[in-house]
């Protein structure tokens, strides 16, 4: 009698069962190269955004701003997949009936007789949180950005208190999203347990092994062109409307008024302090002794103090809506004068060891500019922060 025909493979193995490259056990492409690439590239962003902004600090916060981009990118991409992609790629493949999630979690003690060959049903709301909370950690960040820093496409827009609260939700949601990925490796853990399969394995390389069975599913066409115009078109329309909105007037930034007599007569021993960095109260009492003006004699005419103390009023942290004015407008509780004795500014500046200040290149704390690329516009942009190397100069 002839050998028995192996039996055909169900209708939805049919086009991606295959013999492994050691022509060992079938494999099944789960995994397309699109679903892949965006979940490593997401791995590499997200660890690089954490890394960035909690230990790096402000000072990273060009390369903080990059990554992110970046990873909202490939956030918009798997989203564009999901509707576009292959199979298992797709959200109507596995995002799941409330019902098959509560058989799923009844079933979970049990070793499974039937494996999802795509994300389970929990598996499937990780997948939709971890896509989730970095689209709103871009958005929480695009706010804090525009509000605090007056950069971004949200600048001409947002108040300081608006982003100042908008940084709260970006760091819950960062410390959230730590705490999701930790949820989803124990979860990868215990489902490679459970199902007895690498699945680490099976996203780098795409493959898991046919065998024991898949719960079925309708198999679906992938439309990569489609799906690549699509994303193309919007990430293209996202940079024009960056660049259009990012070029609009800051809101609560007034355009820069230079008084030609404080250029020449405060600027001649030190920087000329911009007067967004004190409130008009602490300008009024150092113009009222400038013969005793910390250790200098900075004497000028009655008519040009009442000059400069209605161009500094005028001007002075009250008037404006940047970080700094907000950092630096509660005064020293002592009484000083100076803007370095203020508690914004003081908090701000403890981790710098105070050699940095006392050796040249700087000298003294006052000295902003040795660090702040733009400490004359009064914007101390965190993108232009450098500390020098002591000794250098
Ligand atoms: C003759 C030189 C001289 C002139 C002119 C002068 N200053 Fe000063 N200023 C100093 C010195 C010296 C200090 C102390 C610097 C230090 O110890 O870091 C100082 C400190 C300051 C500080 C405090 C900086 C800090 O540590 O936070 C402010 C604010 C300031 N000056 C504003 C002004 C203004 C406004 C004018 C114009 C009316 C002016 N200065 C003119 C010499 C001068
Ligand atoms: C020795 C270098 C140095 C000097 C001098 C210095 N700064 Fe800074 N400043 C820094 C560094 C570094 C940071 C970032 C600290 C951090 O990582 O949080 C900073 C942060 C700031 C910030 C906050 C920026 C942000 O977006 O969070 C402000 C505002 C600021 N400085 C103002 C001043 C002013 C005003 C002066 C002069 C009176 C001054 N700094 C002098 C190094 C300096």
Same mark, same amino acid.
């Given at each position: 009698?002839?050998?028995?025909?192996?039996?055909?493979? $169900?209708?939805?193995?049919?086009?991606?069962?295959?013999?492994?490259?050691?022509?060992?056990?079938?494999?099944?492409?789960?995994?397309?190269?699109?679903?892949?690439?965006?979940?490593?590239?997401?791995?590499?962003?997200? @660890?690089?955004?954490?890394?960035?902004?909690?230990?790096?600090?402000?000072?990273?916060?060009?390369?903080?701003?990059?990554?992110?981009?970046?990873?909202?990118?490939?956030?918009?991409?798997?989203?564009?997949?999901?509707?576009?992609?292959?199979?298992?790629?797709?959200?109507?493949?596995?995002?799941?009936?409330?019902?098959?999630?509560?058989?799923?979690?009844?079933?979970?003690?049990?070793?499974?007789?039937?494996?999802?060959?795509?994300?389970? $049903?929990?598996?499937?709301?990780?997948?939709?949180?971890?896509?989730?909370?970095?689209?709103?950690?871009?958005?929480?960040? @695009?706010?804090?950005?525009?509000?605090?820093?007056?950069?971004?496409?949200?600048?001409?827009?947002?108040?300081?208190?608006?982003?100042?609260?908008?940084?709260?939700?970006?760091?819950?949601?960062?410390?959230?999203?730590?705490?999701?990925?930790?949820?989803?490796?124990?979860?990868?853990?215990?489902?490679?347990?459970?199902?007895?399969?690498?699945?680490?394995?099976?996203?780098?390389?795409?493959?898991?092994?046919?065998?024991? $069975?898949?719960?079925?599913?309708?198999?679906?066409?992938?439309? $990569?062109?489609?799906?690549?115009?699509?994303?193309?078109?919007?990430?293209?329309?996202?940079?024009?409307?960056?660049?259009?909105?990012?070029?609009?007037?800051?809101?609560?930034?007034?355009?820069?008024?230079?008084?030609?007599?404080?250029?020449?007569?405060?600027?001649? &021993?030190?920087?000329?302090?911009?007067?967004?960095?004190?409130? @008009?109260?602490?300008?009024?009492?150092?113009?009222?002794?400038?013969?005793?003006?910390?250790?200098?004699?900075?004497?000028?005419?009655?008519?040009?103090?009442?000059?400069?103390?209605?161009?500094?009023?005028?001007?002075?942290?009250?008037?404006?809506?940047?970080?700094?004015?907000?950092?630096?407008?509660?005064?020293?509780?002592?009484?000083?004068?100076?803007?370095?004795?203020?508690?914004?500014?003081?908090?701000?500046?403890?981790?710098?060891?105070?050699?940095?200040?006392?050796?040249?290149?700087?000298?003294?704390?006052?000295?902003?500019?040795? &660090?702040?690329?733009?400490?004359?516009?009064?914007?101390?942009?965190?993108?232009?922060?450098?500390?020098?190397?002591?000794?250098?100069?």
């Amino acid at each position: 009698m002839p050998p028995a025909l192996p039996k055909p493979p $169900p209708p939805y193995l049919n086009a991606m069962t295959q013999q492994d490259d050691a022509g060992g056990a079938a494999v099944v492409r789960v995994w397309d190269r699109g679903v892949r690439a965006a979940h490593w590239l997401l791995v590499l962003g997200i @660890a690089a955004s954490a890394w960035s902004g909690f230990v790096l600090g402000r000072t990273w916060l060009a390369w903080h701003l990059a990554v992110g981009v970046g990873v909202l990118a490939v956030v918009f991409w798997r989203a564009v997949w999901g509707v576009l992609g292959p199979t298992h790629a797709r959200f109507a493949a596995f995002v799941p009936h409330p019902a098959a999630l509560i058989a799923h979690l009844r079933g979970l003690p049990r070793r499974p007789r039937m494996r999802h060959a795509g994300h389970n $049903p929990l598996g499937a709301l990780m997948v939709l949180a971890l896509l989730g909370v970095p689209a709103l950690l871009g958005a929480s960040g @695009a706010v804090a950005l525009g509000g605090m820093l007056k950069q971004g496409p949200l600048r001409a827009f947002l108040s300081y208190d608006l982003g100042h609260g908008a940084l709260g939700w970006h760091r819950a949601l960062a410390i959230m999203l730590l705490g999701l990925i930790a949820l989803h490796l124990a979860g990868v853990a215990l489902e490679s347990w459970r199902g007895r399969e690498n699945l680490v394995r099976a996203m780098l390389t795409g493959d898991k092994p046919a065998a024991p $069975p898949f719960v079925p599913v309708t198999p679906a066409r992938a439309r $990569p062109r489609l799906a690549a115009a699509i994303t193309a078109c919007g990430l293209g329309a996202a940079s024009l409307g960056t660049v259009a909105l990012a070029a609009l007037p800051a809101r609560g930034v007034p355009p820069a008024v230079p008084d030609p007599l404080y250029a020449e007569q405060c600027g001649a &021993c030190h920087l000329g302090f911009p007067p967004s960095l004190a409130p @008009a109260a602490t300008w009024d009492r150092l113009l009222g002794d400038l013969r005793h003006h910390f250790t200098a004699d900075a004497t000028l005419s009655a008519d040009q103090v009442a000059q400069l103390r209605a161009w500094l009023d005028a001007n002075a942290a009250e008037h404006w809506d940047t970080l700094p004015a907000h950092l630096l407008r509660t005064p020293a509780a002592d009484g000083s004068l100076r803007i370095t004795d203020t508690p914004g500014w003081r908090r701000r500046h403890r981790a710098i060891a105070a050699a940095v200040f006392s050796a040249p290149p700087v000298y003294r704390r006052s000295a902003c500019e040795a &660090c702040h690329a733009d400490a004359a516009s009064g914007r101390f942009a965190p993108q232009r922060i450098a500390l020098p190397r002591p000794g250098a100069g």
